[in-house]
Every structure is written in structure tokens, then in C-alpha cells.
């Protein structure tokens, strides 16, 4: 532990009522897969290819069979509060009609697992895995229909856990779904058309909105949504580079951001986008853009904008993760003030920040000084974006457990916890080690700035 403790963080400008958690989501650790309707991911999954270990979601980490030993597992971090998703089609196996019995038990159990170990439930409704009926009867986003059985699904968890649940993500990352999963094809469905995609993200905004009358109505929880964001950065001091820094920008992270603040899309990207834009009926813009309590961020690494050769963080030596991103801790701080600056001061929550490495299991123990350094670097940005005077309200490391990572499967390892794939054994790493010890200095911390 004495080499951690000199990387721990400057934690001082960061508020009393600060929440630490740590992230999952359902298709990526769940398993049961027999218990719940079938996802667009488990189709894409059985695509040749599509996977990089030809792995799929049907047991991944076992985690509904193995919830309690699970709470226990978080509870031993010193975590205050546990991001998950709810998966839509273990509440409405075909996408429509009512919830299923079962499934709902499920979330009941865990909810009240965590209220019972004094952990703050962060449910996110929407991590990507939409039911399969639903791409097949209505097209999945790319279909309006979809956004109105989210909206109705929305409205069945808020009316059975709305009660317990202390925080509401509506979606998860709506520019992953849409552009990986709609434009670049590598995430399901799998498909490749710019029009589609943006149709798909407009119609996942709709069903934020659908969503967020929902939970209103029937829950006091706080309720907001998770975008991925970065900042865009041009590779070269060109006026093409910079132009394109722009309109990336705009795509990833104005886009969401504009709509979901002041109910319109950014109109250089309208502009760029000419018959790729989505088409809008009247009224969706106010949906859009009701009042949200948090704005999540999930931050990874910042991009490049190039025109040229696209940039490679491997190529330029710079230091990356197992994923091929680079480690830029900087980006983090001046993602945040920028958020606070150009969007009115919105309260963000970090919903994701973490790396993978090639952990190894030496002597049963996990030694991933790296993703320390990591995360101690970047809770060292939040921290920069608070002295700033952003409003920043929490921190989720992803992830709780190594999980299966969409297109790389099992073989991208983004957990404090180490979870081996042929026995399902769990084993917390040094991460989770330090993660405890953090927790327990800022613990101390906050006493004494009460006392
Ligand atoms: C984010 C996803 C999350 C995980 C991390 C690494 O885009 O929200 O599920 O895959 O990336």
C-alpha cells in the first residue's frame, strides 16, 4: 500500500456532499440471459466478426446469480453509491406490454441489497441493450415507435423502484448508440448509413424526454442523463483541421449538449449535415429539453481532429491504455470547465472514468499500478475543474468488475476487480485496495472540515 499512498490525490476543492461510486452495466456483467428477453447486442453478438473473442453476454460475470456475494463485494470498497442499468428486456422481454414479474424482483433485490448495505442506487435505464423485437417490428431507434416503448418502459421502473432509486440516468452515451451502432456498424445493430444514424439520435433524445415525464410523474429521484464527451483537439494548425475540430465537436458533444439545454440542434452542424438531418416533428424540441438534475460525463481520453491520417495515440508514443487511448488526464479538467462555461454552470456527475490494462493474476493477487496511477491522476483533474469552480458532483470509476467490453468481449479488462473467466472467481485488485484507502482519507476529510 506505501507506494499508492504517495498517489493519493488532492482531493480539497472537491464539496462535502461529494458522491464516490463505482459503474456497471447490465448486459456486461448480468449473464441469466434465459431470465430475460433476447437484446440487440445478443443478435450482434452472434454475428461472425463482430466480436473480437467471438464471445457474447449470456453469462458474462454471473452477476444475477452471484448478487449477493456482489453487494458484499462493493460494500468492501467503502463506495457510497452504485452506478447500474436496468435492462429493458428483462422488464419487457418483447419490448411492449407488461413488466415481467421476475425481472422487476431482480432490481428489487438489488435496490434494496444496496439500501440495506447503505449504498446510494444510481440506475441508468438505457445502456444499449434495446429488445430485439423492437429493432425487428419498428427499425430500433432508427423508428420513432421506439422512443414511445421506452418512454412506457420508463414509466413501469419508475412506478415499481422509483421509490428506492435516488438517481435516474435516462440513456447512456445516445452518440455511441447512434454512430458506433448506426453509421460506423461496429456496435449493434450493426448498421451503416450517416441518416439513419442521426434519425437514431434524434429519436433517443425523444425518448430522454418521453422518459423524464415518466419518472417525474411517479418518482422524487434525480434524473438527468449520461453523455461521453471529449475534448476535440486539431491535429494540426491547419484551417482544415480546425474546421473539422469544429464540426466534431459539434457532433459528439454540442450536439446533445444544445439540444438537451437550450431545445435546438447546433446549426453549423445542421449545416454540415444538409439531408443527413434528422427529421423533427413539432414539440420534440420542448420534450428535449425539460429541466434535467445532472448532466453525467463519461471520460476516457480527448480526441483528434484531422483531415489527414487519422491520429493514433500508438503511433505518436504518447502513453495509452490496453485500449489504444491515450492517458490524458488534462482533458478531464478542461472538459469540465468548458461544460460549466459554455452550458450555464449544469451539475455533472462523472458517471465513467477508468482504464483497461492487461492485468495479471500473480500468486492471487492483481498488481495494476497503472490504472492507480490512472484514476489518481484523473480525480486529480476533477478536483483542478473544482477549484475552477465547476459544479461537479460525484465520481463512478468504471468499472465495479473486468466485464465483457462490446466489440473487444472479454478481453478488455476495465475492473477494479478481477474477475476470472473460467471459475467466476472475483479478486479485488491494488485498485480496489486504493480505492478504499481514498475513501477512507477523504472520509477523515470531510469530518474534520465539519468539526
Ligand atoms: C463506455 C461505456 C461502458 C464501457 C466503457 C469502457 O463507452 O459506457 O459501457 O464500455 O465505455
Known sequence: MDRDQLIIPDLKHLPGNFVWGVATSAFQIEGAADRRGESIWDAFCRRPGAIADGSDGLTACDHVDRLESD???????????YRFSIAWPRIQPEGSGAPSSG???????????????????????????????LQL???????????????DYADQVARHLGDRIVSFATLN??????????????????????????????????????????????????????????????LTDSDADRTKAVIDDGLINRWYMDAIHYGHYPADVLAHLGADSPQQLPGDNTLISQPVDFVGVNY???SFASTGEPWSAEKTGAAVTDMGWEIYPDGLTELLVR???????????????????????VDGAVDDHPRVEYLATHLAAV???????????????????????????????????HVDYATLERTPKRSAHWVGELLRQWKALRAQRVS
Open 71 to 81: 453487494l458484499d463485494l462493493i460494500a468492501s470498497l467503502g463506495v457510497e453509491a
Open 103 to 133: 425481472g422487476l424482483g431482480f432490481y428489487d433485490r438489488l435496490i434494496d441489497g444496496l439500501l440495506a448495505r447503505g449504498i446510494r442506487p444510481y440506475a441508468t435505464l438505457y445502456h444499449w441493450d434495446l429488445p430485439q423485437a
Open 137 to 151: 417490428r419498428h427499425g430500433g431507434w432508427a423508428g420513432r415507435e421506439t422512443a414511445f416503448r421506452f418512454g
Open 173 to 234: 452515451e445516445p452518440w455511441v448508440v447512434a454512430i458506433l451502432g448506426h453509421e460506423q456498424g461496429i456496435f449493434a445493430p450493426g448498421l451503416r448509413s450517416r441518416a439513419i444514424a442521426m434519425q437514431a439520435s434524434h429519436h433517443l433524445l425523444v425518448a430522454h424526454g418521453l422518459a423524464l415525464q415518466a419518472i417525474r410523474a411517479s418518482s422524487r429521484a434525480e434524473a438527468g442523463i449520461v453523455l461521453n464527451m471529449s475534448p476535440i483537439h486539431p
Open 300 to 302: 476516457y481520453t480527448r
Open 339 to 361: 461544460l460549466d462555461r459554455d452550458w450555464n454552470h449544469p451539475r455533472l456527475l462523472v458517471t465513467e472514468n477508468g482504464a483497461a490494462f492487461a492485468d495479471q493474476r
Open 383 to 417: 478536483d483542478q475543474a473544482a477549484r475552477q469552480g465547476v459544479n461537479i458532483a460525484g465520481y463512478f470509476v468504471w468499472s465495479l468488475m473486468d466485464n465483457f467490453e462490446w466489440a473487444s468481449g472479454y478481453r478488455k479488462r476495465f475492473g477494479i476487480v
